[in-house]
């Protein structure tokens, strides 16, 4: 009997949804907007009946799920299992800072996921497209909902104030690809793309150097997150560049790892400045420049700082000021 032909992800995927446009991709895969076609016939059945173009459009952002295609080479199914499992976990399942996983297929060479679509942009998008400068308490309330965030992936945390753990047997777990491409911005600062995490199982054999590695990522990520929050304020408060930083010679990222060169600061306008910072906005760069340079070596240490960070960021964000980033959909 002759086997029936492979299918792609892709098309086995088509049988039941519609793609409707791309969103991104990434070394293990790429993300698509859908609507299951159950839904679509379901609407647009109401929608010849008796319905408006509003509420037409409603039931339609209702219904839109994101789909994960993983790559050829990711296809022996390690990705998709560890992000699955990962999102599967009870304590960061239908949690508002982590991305809600909606289902999965995996069979040969056909494996996707979907998760819920947040309506609105990502935090590379803000900074690359916004030229007017961002409220510093804005500021503030978006380094606070990414933190939040990982000490929810770290260690289970649901409440930075008290910093409890979840249980002390909540698994080992670093995000490992800390950009601002991973946050989306809808009413809250989302995680997404768990394809990089990874679990550190002490019960297992290993490496003598796997425990110091471990550490090492963690305190990575929120490195990462100091250097996140200095490249919005850096690039919101000055603009864009009009040339080659000649100090320490970046080109894309607009905005120099370290604050005090002067070269990043060559307006379209003027000579090489550096700009005058207010005693708010000087505790703002500390604070990045702690999370990026830490030397936390124990778990112990991480946490005191970010009890620390996370007790400032409370009392100096704000989220009621206005910003219109357009919505994608």
């Known amino acids: 009997m002759e086997q029936e032909p492979q299918i792609?992800?892709?098309?086995?995927?088509?049988?039941?949804?519609?793609?409707?446009?791309?969103?991104?991709?990434?070394?293990?895969?790429?993300?698509?907007?859908t609507i299951a076609r159950d839904d679509l016939d379901r609407i647009r059945t109401a929608y010849?009946?008796?319905?408006?173009?509003?509420?037409?459009?409603?039931?339609?952002?209702?219904?839109?799920?994101?789909?994960?295609?993983?790559?050829?080479?990711?296809?022996?199914?390690?990705?998709?299992?560890?992000?699955?499992?990962?999102?599967?976990?009870?304590?960061?399942?239908?949690?508002?800072?982590?991305?809600?996983?909606?289902?999965?297929?995996?069979?040969?060479?056909?494996?996707?996921?979907?998760?819920?679509?947040?309506?609105?942009?990502?935090?590379?998008?803000l900074v690359?497209?916004?030229?007017?400068?961002?409220?510093?308490?804005?500021?503030?309330?978006?380094?606070?909902?990414?933190?939040?965030?990982?000490?929810?992936?770290?260690?289970?945390?649901?409440?930075?104030?008290?910093?409890?753990?979840?249980?002390?047997?909540?698994?080992?777990?670093?995000?490992?690809?800390?950009?601002?491409?991973?946050?989306?911005?809808?009413f809250d600062v989302v995680l997404s793309d768990f394809g990089r995490s990874w679990e550190y199982d002490e019960s297992r054999p290993h490496d003598p150097d796997t425990p110091g590695r471990f550490r090492a990522c963690r305190r990575q990520d929120y490195e990462k997150l100091g250097c996140m929050m200095q490249k919005i304020f850096v690039t919101t408060k000055v603009g864009k560049v009009n040339s080659i930083c000649k100090h320490c010679g970046c080109s894309t990222c607009r905005a120099c790892p370290d604050f005090n060169c002067k070269g990043c600061f060559r307006v379209a306008s003027g000579p090489s400045v550096r700009p005058q910072l207010s005693v708010e906005e000087r505790q703002f760069l500390s604070w990045a420049k702690k999370l990026r340079r830490s030397v936390a070596e124990t778990e112990e240490d991480l946490a005191a700082l970010l009890k620390q960070f996370t007790d400032v960021a409370r009392t100096q964000q704000r989220w009621d000021v206005p910003l219109i980033m357009p919505s994608e959909i």
């Open 48 to 125: 010849q009946c008796h319905g408006s173009r509003d509420k037409l459009c409603s039931n339609l952002r209702e219904c839109l799920v994101v789909v994960k295609f993983y790559t050829p080479h990711s296809l022996d199914g390690f990705d998709l299992e560890n992000e699955v499992a990962l999102l599967e976990m009870p304590v960061l399942r239908h949690k508002p800072q982590i991305t809600s996983l909606i289902n999965f297929f995996r069979e040969d060479t056909c494996q996707w996921m979907t998760m819920e679509y947040v309506p609105g942009s990502t935090l590379t998008a």
């Open 8 to 33: 792609s992800s892709e098309e086995h995927f088509r049988r039941s949804h519609r793609i409707i446009k791309f969103l991104a991709s990434g070394s293990n895969g790429s993300c698509h907007l």
């Open 128 to 186: 690359k497209n916004c030229y007017q400068h961002i409220h510093l308490g804005l500021q503030w309330h978006i380094a606070l909902q990414i933190a939040n965030a990982l000490l929810l992936f770290h260690w289970g945390i649901t409440d930075s104030e008290d910093m409890t753990p979840h249980s002390k047997h909540y698994p080992k777990l670093t995000y490992m690809d800390m950009h601002g491409g991973k946050f989306l911005l809808g």
